[in-house]
């Protein structure tokens, strides 16, 4: 499988044309100046899914994978992603924190129930929240990698809202797309996208905002087919 590459940026990740709307969520105070501030360096840590007792702490973690998303936005390689035995450790680590995130039901409360909104650009971050962003080349490619991930994050997986102009279906949409997703409301809708870069973009509740990952992280050998839409 060919994996994304991420050229060096040659401007500011919040004035680069076409770029903003995919990487901000349509949550200004997420800006990626901020996000990758505080980033810290670290070395590789081996974590065992299969033994917790073993497994880095959940903000270990999360600074692997900023780290991550800062090298690449700079361009520069990464370890999680510049090989097999990397992806895997990389897949480990994002279901490591994934299954840990917290519980937004208080506990004992059996009659708890969460405010939702049926609105993909909800900015409300609930801590059980995911938000995926997802840029590709063609629908084809965007609709493999979000039915990948839902699978992978057992997440409902929705046809997206068309919002592309000119196509009266998603089989007819042309040219680059953005998919965006929330786990909450399963509000989800396709869209133009006119930047160059190639991935997915993961939040989840109120940690900060991660990536690219590769379209194909949880389909290295495109064993799946392209899901009908």
């Keep these: 499988m060919n994996f994304v590459s991420h050229s060096k940026a040659s401007?500011?990740?919040?004035?680069?044309?076409?770029?903003?709307?995919?990487?901000?969520?349509?949550?200004?105070?997420?800006?990626?100046?901020k996000v990758f501030s505080n980033s810290q360096?670290?070395?590789?840590?081996?974590?065992?899914?299969?033994?917790?007792?073993s497994r880095p702490s959940r903000k270990v973690?999360?600074?692997?994978?900023?780290?991550?998303?800062?090298?690449?936005?700079?361009?520069?390689?990464?370890?999680?992603?510049?090989?097999?035995?990397?992806?895997?450790?990389?897949?480990?680590?994002?279901?490591?924190?994934?299954?840990?995130?917290?519980?937004?039901?208080p506990p004992g409360d059996t009659n708890y129930t969460p405010v939702t909104s049926n609105d993909a650009e909800d900015t409300t971050l609930r801590s059980d929240l995911l938000l995926l962003g997802i840029m590709?080349?063609?629908?084809?490619?965007?609709?493999?990698?979000?039915?990948?991930?839902?699978?992978?994050?057992?997440?409902?997986?929705?046809?997206?809202?068309?919002?592309?102009?000119?196509?009266l279906s998603l089989s007819e949409v042309k040219g680059s797309v953005y998919l965006k997703y929330n786990s909450v409301s399963k509000a989800c809708y396709l869209?133009?996208?006119?930047?160059?870069?190639?991935?997915?973009?993961?939040q989840l509740g109120q940690d900060r905002l991660l990536g690219h990952f590769p379209l194909g992280l949880w389909d290295e050998d495109h064993s799946n087919p392209t899901p009908k839409f």
């Design 11 to 33: 401007c500011s990740l919040n004035v680069c044309p076409g770029r903003e709307q995919a990487l901000m969520f349509h949550v200004p105070q997420l800006r990626f100046s």
């Design 61 to 105: 973690m999360l600074d692997m994978l900023l780290d991550y998303s800062r090298k690449q936005f700079n361009g520069r390689p990464h370890h999680l992603t510049s090989s097999r035995e990397g992806r895997e450790e990389l897949r480990e680590i994002i279901m490591a924190i994934y299954s840990s995130r917290p519980s937004t039901t």
């Design 136 to 167: 590709a080349s063609d629908v084809k490619m965007a609709m493999r990698g979000f039915r990948d991930w839902c699978q992978a994050l057992n997440l409902d997986y929705v046809l997206p809202e068309n919002r592309v102009p000119g196509s």
């Design 191 to 202: 869209s133009p996208y006119a930047g160059q870069e190639r991935g997915v973009l993961l």
């Design 41 to 53: 360096r670290f070395k590789s840590v081996k974590i065992s899914l299969q033994d917790a007792t």
